[in-house]
């Protein structure tokens, strides 16, 4: 009986083997869908920076005789802030790296869809992917590369730099597409894609020689989103865990540096004690102690340890549910644990460490639009203690925690600066300029939640005109 191998695929490799979850399963989709991922990222790097976009896409048959499916090169070019050099390679050749990871409005999400543009195209057509950035409208970067599937890295086959007069990105890639059959949905995708975002100018040259542009039509772009911290009702026990992850103080490294400053603050720079005099000295000046002097101070307590003992381990955990403390020893080349007595001095100094703030600290500092106030009421109806540390609750307490936050109801409303919707008047003259209707009206809601999220509906609607009679057409 054959034994059964495990192992373990890198994100390409598997966006490689189910490439149709993010919408590059036909050469019609394909096409379309890597359309939409360059031009949307072009237009978040323009908003982001408050930049008015304008966007240039070209769509290029490599062997134009040819019947669909067949290769295209496909190039959209942007005057956003571009892409520092350093980044490229990374932002275009590895699979889950992006910048649209935060709690804010963008087209785009997670660093996926354009690198999946271009792993398509690699897997068509084994062509690298052109990236030229400029970030200071000086010198422009150009890189070409290709994705390595299997360990989901860029390979750079050459970057060149020359000098340049204009910021922005450019992004060019050969994939198989079906122009016959995406055409239609391309050219409407930038006519609808226009029509929402009047404060860009998009151009699209076809592959038939067919130039569509539509230029800018107002000046004012809505203002840039910008990154907010979760509210309470959209969060599960994992993000709970995490935050409480990032907001551990960690406990300093024991190299050199440190040591330094644990002896600059006690006064021995230039004097030797021995472990008992350490103590005395730290004893005396305790409370002119920065907190990481402290912590190194409480470990070296229950080590019992001086300054040169101290240099030869690296700690490894600190387990304060058994009150103990691991390192490994350099000397003996092994790992060590020994007890923290509860009754010692240090000891509930080094647990803060490891624990992190209380649960109003941490329901403050944490969560969006909570108050110390609210936090204490939300502490008594969720009944956890205000002053326990987040980081001592048990598996049972965080699955309370989550499950209070989602029943409490006297959290405010989530923060909507998140958001960056167009406005009624930009909205108002795009209806006007593309559909020249008889009537015509435009309105925005203010901004709602759902599950502790927020969003704003904006709607307008038309009719006569320019438009023509029979039956409705929504854009959404």
């Known amino acids: 009986m054959s034994k059964e191998v495990f192992n373990q695929i890198s994100p390409s490799e598997f966006f490689y083997r189910n490439r149709d979850l993010a919408g590059f399963s036909t050469p019609t989709r394909s096409l379309y869908t890597a359309v939409r991922e360059f031009v949307e990222n072009g237009l978040d790097a323009c908003d982001q920076q408050g930049i008015l976009p304008d966007i240039h896409l070209y769509i290029k048959a490599v062997e134009p005789e040819k019947p669909d499916p067949k290769p295209y090169i496909l190039t959209v070019k942007d005057n956003g802030p571009g892409i520092d050099s350093k980044q490229i390679p990374l932002a275009f050749g590895t699979v889950l790296y992006g910048s649209k990871f935060g709690l804010k409005q963008a087209r785009g999400m997670f660093g996926l869809g354009a690198t999946m543009a271009i792993l398509y195209g690699q897997i068509t057509t084994n062509k690298p992917v052109t990236v030229s950035s400029s970030v200071d409208g000086k010198i422009l970067h150009e890189y070409e590369m290709m994705l390595d599937i299997q360990k989901n890295k860029p390979v750079i086959m ?7 007069n204009k910021k922005g990105l450019n992004v060019s890639i050969t994939l198989d597409g079906d122009y016959s059959k995406a055409g239609l949905k391309i050219r409407d995708y ?15 040259d076809d592959p038939k020689g067919e130039k569509f542009q539509y230029k800018r039509i107002v000046d004012s772009m809505p203002i840039a989103p910008t990154i907010i911290r979760p509210h309470p009702h959209g969060v599960d026990v994992e993000t709970i865990r995490r935050m409480i992850a990032d907001t551990h103080y960690q406990v300093p490294v024991l190299d050199n540096t440190m040591i330094a400053k644990v002896r600059k603050e006690l006064g021995l720079s230039k004097k030797n004690l ?10 005396k ?29 690296r700690l490894d955990d600190i387990d304060l549910v058994h009150k103990r403390l691991t390192y490994y020893d350099f000397g003996d080349a092994k790992s060590v644990t020994v007890e923290m007595p509860k009754s010692s001095v240090y000891y509930k100094q080094l647990a803060n460490t490891v624990q992190g703030d209380s649960l109003v600290t941490f329901l403050t500092k944490r969560f969006q639009r909570i108050g110390q106030a609210t936090a204490i009421k939300f502490a008594e109806f969720a009944n956890l203690k205000a002053e326990k540390r987040i980081g001592s609750f048990t598996n049972e307490e965080l699955v309370q ?11 405010l409303t989530p923060d909507p600066s998140c958001l960056a919707p167009l406005g009624e008047e930009p909205l108002r003259k795009g209806i006007q300029q593309f559909f020249k209707p008889d009537f015509h009206e435009v309105y925005q809601r203010s901004a ?6 927020p969003f704003v509906v904006e709607m307008g609607i038309a009719y006569g005109g320019g438009i023509p009679p029979g039956k409705m057409t929504v854009y959404r």
């Open 158 to 164: 050459k970057h060149t730099q020359k000098e340049t």
């Open 190 to 204: 930038v006519y609808q894609t226009s029509l929402i975002t009047p404060y860009a100018t998009i151009t699209f």
């Open 274 to 283: 021995n472990f008992e005099g350490i103590m005395a000295r730290a004893e």
């Open 285 to 313: 000046k305790w409370s002119s102690l920065s907190r990481p002097v402290r912590v190194i101070v409480a470990v070296m307590s229950f080590l019992n340890m001086d300054f040169d003992k101290i240099m030869k381990i």
């Open 401 to 411: 925690l989550s499950d209070s936050l989602q029943k409490y109801e006297d959290f």
């Open 448 to 453: 709602s939640a759902y599950s502790g999220f």
